[in-house]
């Protein structure tokens, strides 16, 4: 029997895409959760903590290839080199990260975490791919809805950003998965790069909502580095298809 594809953050945003595509394309799969879930036609759940380091052993026992979709507000490097270290004892021989674009150049928390995780990943013996994305759709709704609820919605002009949908972030992980290991691959963009208070403003309408968009300011070297873009993906690479506008249109209504 094929040894499992042992995916952590199965049950999130981006996991709940990618297992039903592994799945299709004839794999076992193995998620890594925190919390119980029956097993599926093809699916395994097995509970484990990566930050408390429990539950690791038995979570990667037996997988040759691994999926690290993991991650939250804290925590993110030492919960990935815990993976690393029994994904290693284990004898894993691929190990895909999923990153965000940007995490070696914005000196703001989440990027220095995220290329954390990809230093733990990169500096293992397991061979690796380390895919960065753009900011997901879901998470940008997220924040609108969450900054729609303020008097004025706060919107930094020097901040661009180029979501991407999770779906098709998950069909490129999936190939990578079922693919060699390749190192840093190159970046996965949305389709448009939109300014800040321009994706505020489509929600604002999207939702018939009437707000006033506050311009801020950022501080000097997060500001710098936003400007010159160095949150955004290199010209040229493949970005993905469906739009913020498209998204919008399925998830909300005014």
């Given amino acids: 029997m ?18 039903p595509l592994l799945r299709d ?11 119980e879930h029956p097993a599926s036609e093809g699916v395994e759940y097995v509970t484990a903590d990566l930050l408390a380091n429990e539950g690791v052993e038995r979570a990667v026992a037996g997988a040759e290839t691994i999926l690290h979709l993991a991650g939250g507000p804290k925590g993110d490097v030492e ?10 004892e284990a004898g894993a021989r691929h190990l895909v990260l999923i990153s965000v674009i940007g995490a070696d150049r914005v000196p703001v928390g989440y990027f220095r975490m995220k290329h954390g995780t990809e230093a733990a990943v990169a500096a293992s013996d397991i061979p690796w791919t380390t895919l960065r994305a753009a900011q997901f759709h879901d998470l940008v709704l997220m924040v609108l809805r969450k900054m729609a609820k303020l008097p004025a919605v ?24 079922l693919g060699s290991p390749a190192g840093l691959v190159p970046d996965l963009p949305g389709p448009t790069v939109y300014a800040a208070p321009d994706l505020v403003r ?9 707000r006033p968009v506050l311009p801020l300011p950022l501080p000097p070297r997060a500001g710098r580095v936003y400007r010159e873009g160095g949150n955004l993906a290199s010209e ?13 249109r399925e998830r909300v209504s005014p």
């Fill in 2 to 19: 094929a040894a499992p594809i042992l995916v952590t953050g199965g049950t999130g945003t981006l996991g709940r895409q990618v297992v």
């Fill in 25 to 35: 394309a004839g794999q076992r799969v193995r998620v890594l959760s925190r919390h």
């Fill in 79 to 88: 919960a990935t080199r815990n993976l690393v270290r029994a994904a290693a």
């Fill in 154 to 177: 706060p919107a930094p002009r020097q901040v661009r950003l180029e979501p991407v949908d999770a779906r098709d972030v998950a069909a490129r992980l999936a190939e990578l998965a």
């Fill in 202 to 210: 489509s929600y604002l309408g999207a939702t018939a909502t009437r």
């Fill in 236 to 248: 040229g690479v493949t970005r993905g298809a469906r739009s913020w506008e498209d998204f919008l």
